[in-house]
């Protein structure tokens, strides 16, 4: 029987939050919070990455790194005109 490949993308959502035990416990702390629009986001609101597959481990165990293709940092223009979706 074959095994499945692991996804090469994966956004969190609130439905699969509790499968990235860092972005939990951001969340638990209110350091990220979801806006309106589902998207999971830093307090100065730079999207959170989507999760991209790295790697995977000779165990089969998938190895996933947040991408940083929306994010921006706290004290930049973006930041500072960024408004939460409502």
Request: glycine letters at 6%; charged letters at 30%.
């Given at each position: ?31 990220v ?36 293709e ?11 005109k ?5």
């Amino acid at each position: 029987m074959r095994h499945q490949d692991p996804p090469k993308r994966i956004t969190i959502t609130r439905e699969n939050l509790s499968n990235w035990s860092t972005f939990q416990k951001l969340y638990d702390e209110g350091k990220v919070l979801f806006d309106n629009m589902g998207t999971l986001r830093y307090l100065h609101g730079a999207p959170v990455g989507d999760m991209v597959l790295v790697r995977v481990n000779r165990d089969g165990k998938a190895v996933y790194k947040e991408s940083a293709e929306n994010w921006f940092d706290p004290d930049s223009p973006a930041a500072e005109k960024f408004v939460w979706p409502k």
